[in-house]
């Protein structure tokens, strides 16, 4: 059976951590960027759908290519970050649940219904792209997601090849500078946005 964790992974995950902005001049390695996908692809989603498709921009080319498309406050997250994810879905990702989901003809669920694969593309990619946060900081590394791009920009540089792939949103990721951050923002306590019933 599983046990709680620790306080120190509490914190590492959630009370301690912050999104940065500035960046300390250490690499990431693709050691480390596979070590993340491994984590990731473990996360639930939909009848194991796994919409999610990931450009990791490591070099100066591809980080400057995205940052072209960036609105000018983001800009320079991009480009000192060790790496920049683009967490973008498949609207067909259906087409892969044949072997990714063999219980059933999950297939035929989505076929024809593009509004119901866009929906579900997006919630479950959006999942994804959260489970990116997490297992990036469970490997000691910070995260700066961000949205503030153009998506159809995006999309028409990164994938033109795959044209039923759209961006949702991009995180930086490296090791964060701590002596930039300003004060953590407001976090309310239970009752302030939750009902117990």
């Not at 059933?104 to 929906?119: I, L, M, Q, Y």
Request: charged share 25%.
């Amino acid at each position: 059976m599983a046990e709680p964790l620790d306080s120190a992974a509490l914190d590492q995950l959630f009370r301690e951590a912050r999104s940065f902005s500035e960046w300390q001049d250490r690499e990431v390695t693709d050691a480390q960027i596979h070590a993340i996908w491994e984590l990731v692809k473990m996360g639930p989603t939909s009848a194991n759908q796994l919409p999610a498709r990931i450009v990791w921009c490591k070099s100066g080319p591809a980080k400057e290519r995205l940052a072209q498309h960036a609105a000018e406050g983001n800009r320079k997250k991009i480009l000192t970050a060790p790496v920049c994810a683009i967490i973008a879905m498949d609207e067909d990702f259906h087409e892969q649940l044949p072997w990714l989901f063999p219980h059933t003809d999950a297939r035929s669920w989505f076929t024809g219904d593009e509004e119901a694969r866009k929906r579900s593309a997006f919630r479950n990619g959006t999942l994804q792209g959260a489970y990116l946060i997490l297992a990036a900081r469970a490997l000691g590394l910070d995260c700066g997601p961000m949205s503030g791009f153009d998506n159809a920009a995006v999309d028409a540089d990164f994938f033109a090849d795959h044209p039923k792939w759209k961006s949702n949103f991009i995180c930086s990721i490296g090791y964060g500078d701590r002596d930039t951050l300003f004060p953590r923002s407001p976090r309310p306590d239970f009752d302030v946005f939750n009902q117990l019933l």
